[in-house]
């Protein structure tokens, strides 16, 4: 599959994004926006304890970054807010959680609104112990596998 076919692939899907906030996850987002601007919507899951704070991180950790300033150019400053706006959701969740930590009806919705899960969301630190490495990696499989 050549990348203008997997481009193809996210036109007008909506896209839960776990991990947005790290070393590949922002990478990750920006060329999903740049390469599919038809792209329907981007649902980014953050460890944040409300929406509110969801958000700043997201804008602060990964939209903010200098690595958008190609969107920046092509769509102005104004533009690209708007499209931002339009595409990327922050949500507050933590994948250790059943449904990634989202409340019930968040959790029914977003399961019916979603067509790719991109689980980023990973403890890259050499120190962790196994058992929390994986019960982490079991919740997510469980909550991916159920939506
Ligand atoms: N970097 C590479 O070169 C590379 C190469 C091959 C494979 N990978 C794999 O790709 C994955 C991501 O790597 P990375 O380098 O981007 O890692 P990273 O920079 O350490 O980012 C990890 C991301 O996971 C999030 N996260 C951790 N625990 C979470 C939780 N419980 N709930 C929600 N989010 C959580 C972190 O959020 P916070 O900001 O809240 O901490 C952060 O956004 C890993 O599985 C890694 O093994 C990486």
């Known amino acids: ?31 999903i926006l740049r390469v599919q601007p038809a792209v329907k919507k981007l649902y980014l899951l953050v460890r944040a304890p409300d929406a509110a704070s969801a958000e700043q991180r997201v ?21 690209f807010q708007s499209f931002i706006q339009e595409k990327v959701v922050a949500l507050a969740g933590d994948i250790i959680h059943d449904d990634f930590g989202l409340d019930t009806s968040q959790a029914d919705a977003l399961s019916k609104e979603i067509d790719i899960i991109i689980n980023g969301a990973a403890t890259t630190s050499f120190y962790e112990s196994f058992c929390c490495w994986y019960a982490r990696r079991l919740v997510t499989r469980e909550s991916v596998q159920e939506w």
């Open 59 to 79: 804008f602060s950790e990964v939209i903010g970054m200098d690595l958008f300033n190609i969107l920046r150019e092509k769509y102005g400053l104004h533009g």
């Open 1 to 31: 599959m050549d990348a203008i076919a997997v481009a193809g692939c996210f036109r007008d899907k909506s896209i839960l994004i776990t991990g947005s906030t790290g070393f590949l996850g922002k990478l990750l987002v920006e060329k």
